[in-house]
């Protein structure tokens, strides 16, 4: 049987790349912290991963692909284990992200400028610890001569785990509803396109991608491209879940809004930018159409329902 192993994959989008190739009739391999049952179609191993068991693992051991989930703040961290994986799988799937582009080209396509192609403050360059490391992984990937990998820049993936909303994440707006506190949100954000999609949908394109000819030495963009602004994201939380949204000046958002000390470059280097996606590269690598995805309004529903029934 061909097996597919998911690395870090047991959280907001390793679960639903999961779904997808059980659906495909692969049989996956999970390394994970969470503790999830086994059964015919998945086994998983809870355990914490570094290269020493990844390299013990691995050994005698040979994947379809194997995906990373994991976040390399350290390029050069992310290039030993990937000549590790190297010599156990044809294709070696490496978790990017949409915001290493630049906000020079809308809407965005895999050849968009990215902040390694563009002035910017050295600051950011430096100190920023998500999208600058994501390119100097991707630029090691793209300076080999195999190519035995494939580049997913997924958008900001809600689930039941997490639940997104300009700079609140988590269970930072279930829990101002149920608390009665309003979300803050700055005006001049309202009519801006969110790089936002159900994880659902991420997860079936990601697992698309595996086992597909038109997928290796290639970066995708990862969303159905739905293309939703702040503003209609919002809109959606009211009418799903009642959610109290309050709009206000930039000023007083950085003052009164949520701490995002742990993304402090987030608001002006990403979710102020206009995110809109073009998506026909991936449709097309998967052989998919818009109408394949859940809606966002739908996706929410779905998900706050799962939160709702386990409470």
Known sequence: MEKVLLIAG?????????EELVRRGIHTEVICL???????MVTYHREKV?????KGFLEGKNYLAIVDFLHYKNHEDYEQVFNIYSEHTGQVVYLSSYRVYADKEHPITETSPTWLDVEVSKDFTEQENYAMPKLYCEAFLKSRP?????VVRPVISFSDKRFDLFMYSGSMIISAVQNGEKIILPNDAKNITAGI?????????????????NATGEIFTVSSGQNV???GLADIYSEVLGTDIEWVSMDDFIKYGPDFSFNPWGLMYDRMLDRTVDVSKVLKATGTVKADFKTVKDALSYELGKVQGAE
Not at 34 to 40: G, H, P, V
Not at 200 to 210: E, V
């Open 10 to 18: 047991g959280g907001t989008l390793g679960t639903y790349t999961t």
């Open 34 to 40: 969470e503790e999830y049952q086994s059964n015919d």
């Open 50 to 54: 570094n290269r020493e068991y990844i």
């Open 146 to 150: 195999e190519k035995n990998w494939t």
């Open 197 to 213: 999609d159900w994880a659902g949908n991420t997860g079936k394109l990601i697992g698309k991608l595996i086992r597909n000819e």
């Open 229 to 231: 602004t702040w503003g």
